[in-house]
């Protein structure tokens, strides 16, 4: 696939020890992406922090205090950690496996320090695209896959309007969907189910409206082209290689699209009690 070797700028450029950068810039990128959204969802899940009040403050005594609501909201980490060691498991042996074959130490973080010919001649970003051709090519691997796929979509939009409606910000919402893509999605949506399940509770966020926020094109152009570029992935997998990456990256993008665009705005709250009544007077 020479295109997309000479967008990875294969050779174009060297570190001081003779290494292409694109051999070192694409996983560490990755792997960065996916450190700065896992803290970020650190820094902001909600049962770790208080519930917001009506004024947005929270008073000292109900800070961290055990409830029902925070106790099973908390029960979502063992699911997350336990998805986190099985996924990571096969990918780090997969990584081991799939750097050997260039002559590197059976090792996972032969992707960062494995200095053969053979693997600097490689662009950067084979490695996750030979993951994904694996699992494309293999008949049981893909038919788990493409049901994940096809759940994942719904998933993602359901995400999103759903983190507006409590009002968390892009920012957060943009921090579970790149660790689910970039890390794991059985990972990070057992924690936004548990933040989301935890504002739920909130007196700030029971006052709004049950109406349902307007949906657009914004949430529907997306999820179509995510779900023609997994139906087009296993069609293009050994036939058209650059679509078949094209497709790849396109099904991880563009689900990121309404919570880039952050299009629609939860409902107003109703009004508080008694303040309806004061234009009466």
Not at 114 to 133: K, M, Q
Not at 141 to 153: A, D, E, I, R, T
Not at 226 to 252: D, K, Q
Request: glycine residues 8%; proline residues 9%.
């Amino acid at each position: 696939c020479k295109q997309v070797q000479l967008l990875l700028g294969r050779g174009m450029t060297s570190a001081p020890d003779g290494v292409p950068l694109n051999v070192l810039f694409l996983p560490g990128l990755y792997f960065s992406a996916l450190l700065v959204a896992a803290l970020e969802i650190l820094r902001n899940w909600a049962p770790l922090r208080t519930r917001p009040t009506l004024d947005g403050s929270a008073t000292a005594s109900a800070k961290l205090l055990p409830s029902a609501g925070r106790l099973a909201a908390l029960g979502a980490l063992p699911f997350a950690l336990g998805a986190l060691r099985l996924t990571w498991g096969l990918i780090f042996a997969f990584f081991a496996e799939h750097t050997s074959a260039y002559g590197c130490p059976s090792s996972a973080l032969s992707l960062f320090t494995c200095r053969t010919p053979a693997w600097l001649a490689e662009s950067g970003g084979e490695t996750f695209v030979e993951a994904y051709v694996q699992v494309t090519d293999d008949p049981g691997g893909w038919f788990w896959s493409s049901q994940l796929l096809m759940w994942v979509v719904p998933g993602c939009i359901h995400l999103h309007v759903e983190s507006v409606r409590l009002g968390m910000s892009r920012r957060a919402q943009l921090a579970y969907l790149i660790l689910g893509f970039l890390g794991a999605i059985s990972v990070a949506l057992p924690l936004w189910m548990a933040h989301a399940s935890f504002l739920r509770g909130a007196p700030k966020f029971q006052l709004h409206s049950v109406a349902e926020p307007q949906v657009g094109l914004f949430l529907v152009v997306p999820a179509c082209v995510a779900i023609a570029s997994a139906m087009a992935l296993p069609h293009t997998v050994h036939t058209a290689r650059t679509t078949y990456i094209v497709c790849l990256a396109a099904l991880h993008f563009v689900l990121m699209v309404p919570s880039l665009l952050n299009g629609i705005r939860p409902p107003p709250p109703p009004p508080r009690p008694g303040a309806s009544s004061l234009g009466r007077s």
